[in-house]
């Protein structure tokens, strides 16, 4: 991917999926409770001249698959195409879809992603927005 070239639909549904707001908890029964925000929506032009979504989560704990795709939920939607950055930190975790994905979302709908709550934990937790 190469250039930012806007926002546009990305810019409309970021303003609807967060209007409740963009932090969240994991609910892991142990009483702890994390803040989760969704970093970025961002629209990108790959170098091939096709557009992709990204969306960008963060959490102060680490997204632990183990094995595992790691699996976004936004509505009724899922999405398991994502990456960790460069750097290695696994405290947040970039899901892409395409243009047309994106514009069928549901405004205001949480986004939702199952989650080890330790490593090598066999329990899971749901990152989610608010």
Known sequence: MSTVSGLNAAAAISRGALASGDDGIVDDNQGKTDANSVKTIRQLSTTSGSVQIEIELAINREFLPEGELLVLRIGEREFSASRYPENGDTTSVTFTLSPEEFAQ??????????????PRSSRMAVWKTR
């Open 105 to 118: 979302l549901p405004d205001g709908a949480p986004f939702t992603v199952p989650v080890r709550t330790g």
